[in-house]
């Protein structure tokens, strides 16, 4: 059995990481009251028809505050079963939700006649500590839209042909915001820039003339040995601490070249070593 928990500050996106998993063969259960979900997890390797079941919940702040403080009891019952378990965990900034509240003229679950949305978001953090602290994978959508979200959930979730940790190698652009879910980035920002040629302006770095640009220059090459020797000794490491996903992101200003250049050659030569290796291009479209 896989279960998925999926939780996050309101308007982060977790009807849409449910409509994904549904979509995708989970059964999926809203706003469970986190106190049931061992008994779910029982209930659901006992009595389903399934060989392996595939279940998603989402849990969130509309639950009761001693439950959500409970949290980490009630993933350890669970865990205890034998079940196969991920916690996702879905967040935005601060002024992005205000702003998505603002647009859909939702009500926030926790605003009230003496609590304002922005105090409600804030206090919203707070309440779901607990299960943020225990994420497993933690997404931050402040820059996905709806389709660049459903897909980032296919490829980290949904993808994982074989056991183990899951390492993400993705490229992004610093002037659209560093991505603050990854646990190693590294900037390429120094190194000779494509964009300043007329013909490579355009192309970006899965384009065979801006590789052969890049690849002719010895800093180029000279980055890439060092990231590469690094995450080759390294990587192994955080996969023997039990860690489920990791993310390494690679920028550069746009996100168009240098990074993508690098990230799909660091992707392809880790592959060879290591299982379960991912490559994304965020700002790439």
Not at 172 to 189: E, I, Q, S, T
Not at 245 to 253: H, K, P, S
Request: include cysteine; glycine fraction near 4%.
């Amino acid at each position: 059995m896989r279960l998925i928990i999926v939780s996050g500050r309101s308007g982060s996106g977790k009807s849409t990481a449910l409509d994904v998993l549904e979509d995708n063969g989970y059964y999926c259960i809203d706003n469970l009251p986190a106190g049931l979900l061992p008994e779910l997890a029982e209930r659901a390797l006992i009595h389903t028809e399934l060989a392996q079941p595939l279940v998603a919940v989402s849990i969130d702040a509309r639950n009761l505050p001693s439950h959500l403080t409970r949290f980490p009891e009630l993933l350890e019952d669970v865990r205890a079963k034998h079940i196969q378990c991920d916690v996702l965990y879905l967040d935005a900034d601060e002024e992005t939700l205000l702003k998505r509240f603002s647009e859909t003229r939702r009500r926030h679950p926790l605003s009230n006649a003496n609590r304002s949305l922005a105090e409600a978001i804030q206090d919203e953090s707070a309440l779901l500590g607990p299960i943020a602290d225990l994420a497993d994978l933690k997404i931050n959508t402040t820059n996905l839209n709806l389709y660049q979200l459903r897909d980032t959930i296919k490829l980290r979730l949904l993808n994982q042909p074989e056991p183990g940790t899951a390492f993400l190698v993705e490229s992004f652009g610093f002037k659209r915001g560093m991505p603050v879910d990854a646990d190693l980035v590294f900037d390429v920002r120094c190194l000779p820039n494509p964009y300043w040629k007329p013909e490579l302006r355009a192309q970006s770095g899965l384009d065979q003339p801006v590789a052969e640009y890049l690849a002719a220059q010895p800093e180029v090459e000279e980055m890439y040995q060092d990231i590469y020797t690094y995450l080759h000794k390294w990587l192994p490491r955080f996969a023997a601490s039990n860690r489920a996903y990791v993310t390494i992101a690679i920028g550069c200003t746009g996100g168009h070249h240098r990074s993508v250049y690098l990230t799909e050659r660091l992707g392809q030569a880790l592959q060879k070593t290591l299982k379960n290796v991912q490559v994304r291009h965020r700002d790439l479209s």
